[in-house]
């Protein structure tokens, strides 16, 4: 097979690059390890940026997230039994964000694809990339139990944290930075309608918690556990009586409902640097992870596909490599700042194992001061939205 270029992973990015690459006449492959089933129904992100949600519109697939997401203009930090709006309309002159389900997503960018008659092959295995340092890379694997290969001109690594695109780079090249958290996040989806209009975000002594929803019958809401905790010492009666617990103020009070699934997910922060070697491009999760705090890391994966596909088509247009030898330079602006903005939130909001009262003082500090004062809560509020850059 011979394709321009190869995208390795169905998740937000690697589709995205897809849709984005075929409107500018850019052929390309797309191979992803899991099923059709597994990537549309994989619970994950849900909050989109203005600029993620303006870039769906702008290129035809916005119309579900149109008429099913939800539009919000804030969101509410609970503390010392207190809730503070943080208001982001009138903060980022009117700008917003959009709950909407990455697997809506995926689902939308799938149905495009597949609608026009453009390849995704899903359940391959054994996935090699070869060739990475020259001007004609392929992507090698088993299709069916058939050895399959795709000659191109470019890969894209966009293939999660997990994947094998990062890999592939040769020892050396690339510098990774990162950072572990000492807890993880318990999320739950349960058929119930939302108990507050906007998110939550609760900083509680006995834990981080968070409020979110999917849409005006089911919510979304999460708990910080110890790092190794297990799903199974968490039957539904536990999690909703912690939820109770930490999300309590005043006479507010939480419904409850049947939980639809659950589940642990680790906090990280990771990024390498650079995010390419020869024509390998990696994009999203593949390059860079983010604690799930700041809502950033869906946002970042469909940026850097963005900035992906001008260079691609600068590119394939005039032989031009110029921008393609600025993706990584061009991304980690935007990443490192999502970076920072993520730890930040996480440090702000959760309690560590080896904090003393101090810490949790100044936790206290920083959040009051973040309510109270309008440079700071104007900080977060346009982290959150999405910074946009005054300089390019
Ligand atoms: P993905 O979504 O991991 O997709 C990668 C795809 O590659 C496939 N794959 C392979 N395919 C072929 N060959 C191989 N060898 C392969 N190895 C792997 C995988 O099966 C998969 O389909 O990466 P992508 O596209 O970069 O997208 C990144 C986002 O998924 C991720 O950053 C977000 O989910 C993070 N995140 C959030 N981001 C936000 O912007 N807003 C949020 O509100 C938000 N909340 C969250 C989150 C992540 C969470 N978890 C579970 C870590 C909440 C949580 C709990
Ligand atoms: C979600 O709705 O899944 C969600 C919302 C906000 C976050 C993380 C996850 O910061």
Known sequence: ???????????????????????????????????????????RAGVLEQGTADL?????????????????HGIRLRFGGGDHRIDFGALTGGRGIIVYGQQEIVQDLIAIRLSAGHPILFE???????????????????????????????????????????DSIPDGVLTAYEREYPFAWLGILASVAPSSEELIYCYHERG??????RSPTVSRLYLQVPADERIGDWPDARIWEELQTRLAAGAWSLAEGPIIEKGISAMRSFVVEPMQ???????????????PTGAKGMNLAIRDVSILSDALTA????????????????????????????????????????????QARLQLAQLAYT??????????????????????
Do not use: K
Request: aromatic share 10%; hydrophobic share 45%; with cysteine.
């Open 208 to 213: 981080f918690a968070l409020l979110s929803m």
């Open 56 to 72: 769906l519109d702008a290129t035809g697939v916005g119309a579900r997230m149109r008429s099913q997401g939800l539009v919000h």
């Open 315 to 358: 590119f394939f247009r005039s032989g031009d490599a110029t921008l393609l030898g600025a993706y990584s330079t061009s991304c980690l602006r935007r990443v490192w700042r999502a970076q920072q903005f993520s730890w930040w939130m996480t440090s702000m909001l959760h309690r560590f194992p080896d904090s003393d009262a101090y």
């Open 124 to 166: 391959v295995s054994d996935v090699r990339l070869r060739d990475i340092e020259t001007p004609h890379p392929s992507v090698s694997f088993l299709l069916d139990g058939a050895a399959m290969t795709i000659e191109c001109d470019a890969i894209a690594g966009c293939d999660g944290f997990h994947g094998v695109s990062r």
């Open 277 to 291: 070697f020869g024509r390998l491009f990696l994009s999203g999760d593949a390059a860079h992870i983010v604690p």
């Open 1 to 43: 097979m011979r394709t321009q270029v190869a995208i390795v992973g169905a998740g937000p990015a690697g589709l995205m690059l897809a849709h984005l690459l075929s409107l500018e006449g850019i052929e390309s492959i797309v191979i992803e390890s899991r099923t059709r089933a597994y990537v549309e129904q994989r619970v």
């Open 371 to 392: 309510v109270d004062s309008r440079v700071a809560c104007t900080s977060l509020a346009e982290n959150y939205v999405g910074y946009e850059w005054a300089t390019s």
